[in-house]
C-alpha cells in the first residue's frame, strides 16, 4: 500500500494532509524516515511513528469506551458533547461509530468500531446479544419486582411482555439485569413496569465481555481474545 493512502486509511486526514506529513519527514518506521508518499509498503503488522507517536496499522478499529454522563453516542451531538471527543481525532476522523447508543445519563460499556459488519452483527435485534446493566432505583427493590421482570413486562407500545435474565438485586436500591431486546429506554421501562424508577444506570457487559477496569471517559483497543467473546467473526487480514 502506498504510504500516503495508508495513512490516510488510519485517519491521519486526506491524501493531501498524508502526502505533506510524510514528505516533511513526520513519518518514521523502527527509526528510519520515510518521505516518499508513493513508497509502497506491506502494512500487515505494522507499526510506525507519526511526529513522534507509536502506532500500529489496523484495517479495521474496535474500541471500548467507558462512557461518562453527560456525552452523547451520536457524530451530530445536539445538546451535549459526543463520545468521539473522548477519542484521538485519527479514530474519529476513520470513522468509528458506536455499537447502539447510551443515553446522555447512562454511562458504562461502549463499543465502537469502523467495521460496518461488525456494527450490524451488535445491533442487529436478530443477534439478541445480551447486555447487562445495573440500574439504581428510587425505591427500595423488593422480591416482586425482580419477579416481575424475570416473568416479563408489557410496555407501551410493545404488543409482547419483556422478559429479562440473571435478574438480582446487589443491594436494596439496585437490580442487575440482562437483556437481550434492544429496545428504547428499555431497561428504564422495564423498572418502571416493575412499580420502581431507575436513578441511574450503567452497562457493565455486553456478550461474554465485561466492562473490566476503565476509568470513566478512559477507552482502549480490544484484543483478539476479547473480539472472540463477541458474536462476530473479524476478518483474519490486517491487524
Known amino acids: 500500500?502506498?504510504?500516503e493512502r495508508l495513512l490516510q486509511s488510519q485517519g491521519f486526514g486526506s491524501r493531501k494532509m498524508c502526502r505533506k506529513l510524510i514528505q516533511s519527514g513526520a513519518?518514521?518506521?523502527?527509526?528510519?524516515?520515510?518521505?516518499?508518499?508513493?513508497?509502497?509498503?506491506?502494512?500487515?503488522g505494522l507499526q510506525f511513528t507519526l511526529d513522534g507517536e507509536t502506532w500500529d496499522y489496523r484495517e479495521h478499529v474496535?474500541?471500548?469506551?467507558?462512557?461518562p454522563e453527560g456525552f452523547e453516542c451520536s457524530t451530530s451531538p445536539t445538546h451535549h458533547e459526543g463520545v468521539h471527543s473522548l477519542l484521538p481525532l485519527p479514530l474519529a476522523v476513520r470513522g468509528v461509530q458506536?455499537?447502539?447508543?447510551?443515553?446522555?445519563?447512562?454511562?458504562?460499556?461502549?463499543?465502537?468500531?469502523?467495521?460496518?459488519?461488525?456494527?450490524?452483527?451488535?445491533?442487529?435485534p436478530r443477534r439478541?446479544?445480551?447486555?447487562?446493566?445495573v440500574a439504581t432505583t428510587k425505591h427500595p427493590v423488593t422480591e416482586e419486582m425482580l419477579q416481575a421482570l424475570?416473568?416479563?413486562?408489557?410496555?407501551?407500545?410493545?404488543?409482547?411482555?419483556?422478559?429479562?435474565?440473571?435478574?438480582?438485586s446487589p443491594s436494596p436500591h439496585e437490580i442487575a439485569l440482562t437483556i437481550t431486546q434492544g429496545k428504547y429506554h428499555q431497561v428504564k421501562r422495564m423498572v418502571a413496569a416493575a412499580g420502581n424508577r431507575v436513578e441511574g444506570l450503567v452497562r457493565t457487559a455486553i456478550g461474554g465481555l465485561p466492562m473490566g477496569n476503565l476509568e470513566l471517559g478512559e477507552w482502549r483497543y480490544l484484543s483478539p481474545d476479547e473480539l472472540l467473546s463477541l458474536p462476530y467473526e473479524v476478518p483474519q487480514t490486517g491487524k
Open 1 to 3: 500500500m502506498e504510504l
Open 27 to 44: 513519518f518514521a518506521i523502527d527509526g528510519v524516515v520515510h518521505d516518499n508518499p508513493r513508497e509502497s509498503i506491506d502494512p500487515t
Open 62 to 67: 474496535y474500541l471500548l469506551l467507558n462512557k
Open 98 to 124: 458506536p455499537a447502539g447508543r447510551l443515553d446522555q445519563d447512562t454511562t458504562g460499556m461502549l463499543l465502537l468500531s469502523d467495521d460496518g459488519p461488525f456494527l450490524h452483527a451488535m445491533m442487529s
Open 128 to 133: 439478541h446479544v445480551p447486555k447487562r446493566y
Open 150 to 168: 424475570r416473568n416479563g413486562v408489557l410496555l407501551r407500545d410493545e404488543t409482547e411482555p419483556l422478559a429479562a435474565t440473571d435478574v438480582m
